[in-house]
């Protein structure tokens, strides 16, 4: 199988990073690979242009976009890794989403609607806040961002949602023990996916 990982943190020594590294180690342990796409080191622009917009007179994906799909296409899994800002993703990570899995990839503009290009392939979000996690559930935040954003992915694009774990209480000085713990969760996650059919 065919991990597509796609992080977005601003800091390289996140927890979110953290965890992408416990993924695509659990990941390689099962002989997949991985694709890394981590998205502030590689300078991802994430701002939608109007050519860009699929019923634009002129519209044409960009060249960083059509090399991006390339590198996608194979994937059987994307996984999204980020933290919760507002209790909602990084612009540079929802950007992504806009100009990456938009008309073309994830799904075709069609005058009835969208028709989903991504059937088949799965996503596995992995998030975390500063807030605990009693907080953003009872909150509502957690119900809100996976319906908003995981799962309307999923139904636009065809995909089936593994899961999304969340991790609360992610601050600033995290002790190592404490982010091994979430690792090790990752890890067990990571194992208990089934092989694509």
């Known amino acids: 199988m065919k991990h597509a990982l796609i992080v977005a943190h601003p800091n390289q020594d996140s927890f979110a990073m953290a965890m992408a590294h416990a993924y695509a180690e659990a990941a390689a342990a099962r002989n997949d690979s991985v694709l890394l796409r981590d998205l502030y080191r590689m300078g991802f622009d994430p701002c939608l242009q109007a050519d860009e917009l699929p019923w634009s007179r002129n519209y044409k994906p960009r060249a960083d976009i059509v090399t991006e799909r390339a590198l996608l296409a194979e994937a059987d899994i994307f996984v999204l890794v980020y933290p919760f800002w507002f209790n909602a993703p990084p612009a540079i ?16 503009a069609t005058s009835t609607g969208a028709k989903p290009l991504l059937g088949g392939k799965r996503l596995f979000s992995v998030t975390s806040s500063g807030a605990p996690k009693q907080w953003v559930e009872q909150s509502g935040a957690f119900d809100a961002e996976r319906k908003l954003f995981d799962d309307h992915i999923a139904a636009v694009c065809g995909m089936s949602v593994i899961d999304h774990l969340h991790f609360g ?29």
């Open 169 to 197: 209480r992610i601050v600033p000085g995290i002790r190592e023990d404490a982010v091994g713990i979430c690792a090790a969760a990752i890890r067990a996650a990571v194992a208990r996916i089934a092989p694509s059919v």
């Open 93 to 108: 990570l929802k950007g992504y989403v806009d100009r990456v899995f938009g008309s073309g990839f994830g799904y075709d």
